[in-house]
Every structure is written in structure tokens, then in C-alpha cells.
């Protein structure tokens, strides 16, 4: 239903009245231009908009329609056909103004805002008003719709230099970065970006950006492959030769990651019939002693000590 105002209001009573003289065979004066748009259900200010609308509606004045037979002139026209529904009671709303079409815009811009800040989406006031249009002329807040504001501002989910990213698009990237450095995987920025953007626009969804960070791990160790997979982290699978590394080296557990190269071999070490396997604790830790770091160390230099006590306690010499 077109908005109303007052005005339209009693026009449509005067026109209403001259109808029903019609009915009773009684000659009524001819309907005004103004009567006749309020008995139309539009405002003249709407009619007057498109030359389309204007031209039809000259001639039901000339002609004195009926209603009925306006209403199915202007569904032939380029007007209604070239616009949606959504589109037309935007047209109507804008060419009549006042409170209703004020409260709309606003609506609108709100909407569009508070999606871009969840989004994470950074757009420009002139980006802004484009969408707050077509928020407007497509009907995204009616039910069903609203998914298309959500999709039309991904091209607008960015990363900064420094690879900072807000909204669900940052959470995004935040939680496939810490499975790829959890899984000893290096994107660039550029991967992040268009994984939110992907996920935003309902290309794809986390799990598909997850099962890819995890396949490129399992083919980077093989003898893991299927935990990677099914789930578990590299660095997990890894605790017991990065604790090892920690306490030998004396450093903490979370400065050694998993592109160190000891790490990398353990995990990636060969049988003596050239089959892949893991290396043991054992054979770990006689290679990290052999480690300059490790000689410079508080626990080698005890070890060192308490083997010379040893060998003068073998010679028959107390320490």
C-alpha cells in the first residue's frame, strides 16, 4: 500500500463521493488531477517523478479511469517493469518525502554501518552511500534479504600492511593463522584476506580453509598424515622433542618452533631401511648434545662435572 497523507486522504474522500454519484446515475463533476491521484494511491509529487507515470496518468485524467484501470496501465509501463517491488515502494517513498522517507535513510545508513564494523569491512562514505541505496532500492531488510548487504561489502574486507584485519573478517584470519602456525604452515597476508572474504561472501565456510591449512601439513609429514587430518596440531604431535629441546637448551618451549630444524628432522626422520618414521627421544637427544648450544649450558656443564667425578672415583680419588 502507497503512503497517504492527509491531503491525498481527502481527496480520496471528494472522489470517493463522486463515484458514488456515478452509481446512482447522477452526473458528477469531473475528478481534478489532484482527486484523481489520491483515488490512484499516489501523491502527485510520485507521479510527477517519471515521464512514464506522468504520461499515463494525463490520460486517465482525460479520460477520468477508474483506479483499476490506472493500476493495470501502470504495470505496462517501463517504470514498473525496469524496477522491482522493493525498488518501486522506494520511488514512492522518496517522491513523497517527509518523516517516513527520513527514517528510512537513517534505517538504512545503520544498518549498512553496524554490518560493515562486524564484517570488518572498511568502506568509504562514497562506498557507503552506494550501499545505503541499494539497501534501500533491493529491500535488504526484508526477511530473507538481509544476507545480501553481508555479501555486497566483502570486496571491501581488507587487510592492512601490518596484517591487521577487525570484525568477523580479524577473527577469521586469527583463528586460520594459529592452525597454520600450529601446524608449521606460512601464508602471506594475501591468504588471510581472501579466505575472509570467501567465507563473508558464502563462497565457503572456516572448516574448508581449516581441512586446507591441515592438507598441506600432512604432505609435509607423512608420518603424521592421518592425525593432521583427523584434527591434531603438528606442534602437539611435536611436544616431545620441543620439551626435550627446552629443557636441554635450557630455553623456554615457546621460542623453539617448528621450522627449527632438529624439530623438522624428528618429525620427519627414516628407518635404517629408508622408511619414514619418527625419530626417537633417544637418538634426539644425543644429536641436540652434539649442539654447541648445548655445551655452553648450566645442565651440560653438571653433566661434565659429574662424570669427571666418575673417573677420579674409578682411579680411587675422592672428590
Known amino acids: 500500500m502507497n503512503p497517504v497523507v492527509p491531503e491525498q486522504a481527502n481527496a480520496r474522500k471528494v472522489a470517493a463521493k463522486k463515484r458514488a454519484a456515478r452509481g446512482r446515475n447522477v452526473k ?32 486517465a485524467v482525460k479520460q477520468q479511469w477508474l483506479p483499476n484501470r490506472f493500476a493495470a496501465g501502470l504495470r505496462n509501463t517501463e517504470w514498473f517493469k525496469n524496477n522491482s517491488e522493493y525498488a518501486r515502494t522506494a520511488f514512492v517513498k522518496r517522491n513523497t518525502g517527509g518523516a517516513d522517507w527520513t ?37 535488504w531488510d526484508r526477511d530473507g534479504r538481509q544476507n545480501f548487504l553481508v555479501k555486497a561489502l566483502t ?14 573478517a580479524g577473527d577469521v584470519a586469527d583463528q586460520l593463522r594459529k592452525t597454520a602456525v600450529e601446524n608449521g604452515i606460512r601464508y602471506s597476508n594475501d591468504y588471510y584476506q581472501s579466505a575472509a572474504r570467501s567465507i563473508n561472501g558464502g563462497l565457503s565456510n572456516l572448516g574448508d580453509w581449516d ?81 654447541p648450544r648445548w655445551m655452553g649450558t648450566l645442565n651440560a656443564n653438571n653433566q661434565i662435572a659429574n662424570v669427571g667425578e666418575r673417573v677420579m672415583q674409578m682411579f680411587g680419588i675422592r672428590g
Open 28 to 59: 458528477p463533476d469531473t475528478l481534478s488531477p489532484e482527486e484523481l491521484a489520491a483515488d490512484y494511491g499516489y501523491a502527485a509529487s510520485v507521479i510527477a517523478a517519471d515521464p512514464d507515470i506522468k504520461k499515463l496518468f494525463d490520460l
Open 103 to 139: 527514517e528510512t535513510q537513517n534505517n538504512a545508513r545503520m544498518a549498512v554501518e553496524a554490518a560493515a564494523v562486524a564484517a570488518g569491512s572498511s568502506i568509504d562514505e562514497n562506498t557507503k552511500n552506494s550501499l545505503i541505496t541499494r539497501y534501500i532500492n533491493e529491500g
Open 155 to 168: 570486496a571491501s574486507i581488507r587487510m592492512t600492511p601490518t596484517g591487521v584485519m577487525t570484525g568477523q
Open 211 to 291: 581441512r586446507d591449512i591441515r592438507e598441506q601439513a600432512a604432505s609435509l609429514y607423512p608420518i603424521y598424515s592421518e592425525k593432521i587430518r583427523a584434527g591434531m596440531n603438528v606442534r602437539a604431535l611435536a611436544s616431545p622433542y620441543i620439551e626435550t629441546m627446552s629443557q636441554l637448551f635450557e630455553v623456554s618451549s615457546e621460542s623453539i618452533n617448528l621450522d627449527d630444524p632438529y624439530i623438522r628432522s624428528a618429525l620427519g626422520g627414516f628407518t635404517d631401511t629408508g622408511d619414514p618414521a619418527p625419530t626417537n627421544l633417544w637418538d634426539f637427544e644425543k644429536k641436540l648434545r652434539k649442539d
